[in-house]
């Protein structure tokens, strides 16, 4: 058995029922914690819509989150999720600002090229927005499969 995440007609994503309920499990996590609903429907017939606009403002927040997120153990036990999440939005069509300030973390002056204490440099940023696009695209690979 599968589920399928759609966007109107579209299938964007027919994972199995255990990845899906896993993937939805997280999503009611971080629709709490960022106090913003993700856009995904409640499932009907084993499918569940996707708001594209409510979905990417949640994919946005859940990155801004990821990214502010100096904890170790949050920021690895959220990368999967994360890397899925950004895939979905990709396989939705939904654009992510990847140069937004948004993405700076709290007091850094990033964006305008200088250091910050935390060790968060323009190139430190630049990593991190590399290896999670990679990884979402990857994702976005094997999703559409």
Same mark, same amino acid.
């Given at each position: 058995?599968?589920?399928?995440?759609?966007?109107?007609?579209?299938?964007?994503?027919?994972? %199995?029922? =255990?990845?899906?309920?896993?993937? !939805?499990?997280?999503?009611?996590?971080?629709?709490? +914690?960022? @106090?913003?609903? $993700?856009?995904?429907?409640?499932?009907?017939?084993?499918?569940?819509?996707?708001?594209?606009?409510?979905?990417?403002?949640?994919?946005?927040?859940?990155?801004?989150?990821?990214?502010?997120?100096?904890?170790?153990?949050?920021?690895?036990? %959220?990368? =999967?999720?994360?890397?899925?999440? !950004?895939?979905?939005?990709?396989?939705?069509?939904? +654009?992510? @600002?990847?140069? $937004?300030?948004?993405?700076?973390?709290?007091?850094?002056?990033?964006?305008?090229?200088?250091?910050?204490?935390?060790?968060?440099?323009?190139?430190?940023?630049?990593?991190?927005?590399?290896?999670?696009?990679?990884?979402?695209?990857?994702?976005?690979?094997?999703?559409?499969?």
């Amino acid at each position: 058995m599968s589920q399928y995440y759609k966007m109107g007609d579209r299938t964007l994503w027919n994972p %199995s029922n =255990g990845a899906s309920q896993l993937f !939805l499990r997280h999503v009611a996590v971080y629709e709490a +914690e960022l @106090d913003l609903p $993700s856009g995904i429907g409640p499932e009907q017939a084993d499918e569940y819509q996707v708001d594209p606009d409510v979905y990417a403002a949640f994919v946005h927040a859940l990155l801004r989150w990821h990214h502010r997120t100096r904890h170790r153990v949050m920021r690895r036990l %959220s990368d =999967g999720f994360v890397a899925t999440a !950004l895939a979905l939005a990709e396989l939705a069509g939904s +654009e992510v @600002d990847w140069d $937004s300030a948004d993405f700076a973390p709290r007091g850094c002056a990033c964006r305008n090229g200088h250091g910050h204490a935390d060790g968060h440099s323009p190139a430190a940023q630049e990593d991190w927005a590399t290896a999670l696009r990679r990884e979402s695209r990857e994702m976005a690979r094997s999703m559409a499969d």
